[in-house]
């Protein structure tokens, strides 16, 4: 893909993540060669972006090359004097070719993601299931002969069940769980008692929700961080007056006194945005973003930090960029490299 730019900066934009701009990324091209051309304004309101995040997209795509079923197939992309234009694009209408084996681990996850329960709209999954097992043919007979069993976190309470199915009977049997729940900005695991409320799936995560017995709280747990879960046999005592998490506007909800974090990071290093919660995350161009977290305890960011290494740094606040720095300096001079 070959692009001509002449693009200008504009005031800071909504929060993005890498798989925000990965789905930005696959729609692009399509909805501007459905338009002959677009304003770069008018695009950047389509997707919700602003036009600097929308040409930093357009500069990463015009390194994009498709090399099948010609050896070299270019698409010629140019926003210069504020249009987007697509042109050399015939290779987008070209219906998708998959191999047997691409077919098979298609059909492998589809398959994996209709049996997991309380899944919404299954019956579209199901449709899209059908219809690729009719154009796939004989794949379609290999992929069936395929069982995938996902458990939905990490321990080995019961090696019989999922742990996902022993919460959703612990809730049904009114029991009472505990858990070893790692949590990451202690970088520890923690052992509690859970009374569970509810399961439910946020930003595309499952979450227990539940009165937590070590907090005296309600609290949502990740189910990808319960390392062990065992129910217990003791009935669950949810307290009358333990009201349900409003999740409609997130999960991030820092407290005032938590300190708040900036870090730059390099396109390496957009994967913080993903998995930690940031209170906003600004695109520099380039791919490197700039994220403010807030914590209440710093220890488990600095350990962040070195893990990164060239992938990103803490700028604010000073003092803890400044501590960081010489727990750099002391780890390098054990190997002689200060």
């Not at 925000?20 to 677009?38: C, F, I, K, M």
């Not at 400044?322 to 001079?333: K, M, N, P, T």
Request: hydrophobic share 45%; aromatic share 6%.
């Amino acid at each position: 893909m070959t692009a001509k730019a002449t693009g200008r900066g504009v005031a800071k934009g909504p929060a993005t993540t890498s798989t925000d701009r990965l789905g930005r990324l696959l729609a692009l091209v399509p909805y501007v060669v459905n338009r002959d051309s677009v304003a770069l304004g008018e695009a950047a309101a389509a997707f919700g972006v602003t036009e600097k995040q929308l040409i930093d997209d357009l500069n990463l795509l015009w390194c994009v090359e498709l090399r099948a079923p010609d050896p070299y197939c270019p698409i010629d992309l140019s926003y210069e004097g504020g249009e987007i234009t697509v042109a050399e694009a015939e290779s987008i209408a070209r219906p998708l070719r998959l191999k047997v084996d691409e077919a098979s681990a298609l059909l492998v996850a589809l398959r994996m993601l209709a049996g997991i329960p309380g899944l919404d709209d299954r019956d579209a999954l199901s449709r899209v299931i059908a219809k690729l097992e009719s154009a796939a043919g004989a794949a379609a007979a290999v992929s069936s002969q395929v069982a995938v069993e996902v458990d939905a976190y990490g321990g080995s309470a019961d090696p019989g069940r999922s742990g996902l199915g022993t919460l959703r009977d612990a809730i049904a049997r009114g029991r009472r769980v505990h858990l070893t729940y790692y949590v990451p900005a202690r970088d520890e695991n923690t052992e509690r008692d859970v009374d569970p409320m509810r399961l439910l799936v946020v930003e595309g995560n499952t979450y227990l929700e539940g009165w937590c017995r070590r907090a005296e709280a309600v609290r949502l747990f990740k189910l990808d961080r319960i390392a062990d879960l065992a129910v217990l046999d003791v009935p669950a005592s949810v307290p009358d007056d333990a009201e349900p998490i409003d999740v409609d506007a997130g999960l991030f909800r820092p407290s005032p006194q938590d300190e708040a974090v900036t870090l730059e990071l390099t396109p390496r290093g957009r994967w913080v945005a993903d998995y930690y919660p940031c209170e906003s995350v600004e695109e520099l161009g380039e791919g490197r973003l700039r994220v403010v977290l807030r914590t209440p305890d710093t220890r488990w960011v600095r350990g962040l930090a070195l893990r990164l290494g060239d992938q990103g740094r803490v700028v604010a606040p000073a003092r803890l960029a400044s501590g960081i720095r010489e727990d750099a300096v002391r780890a390098l001079a054990r190997y002689g490299m200060a």
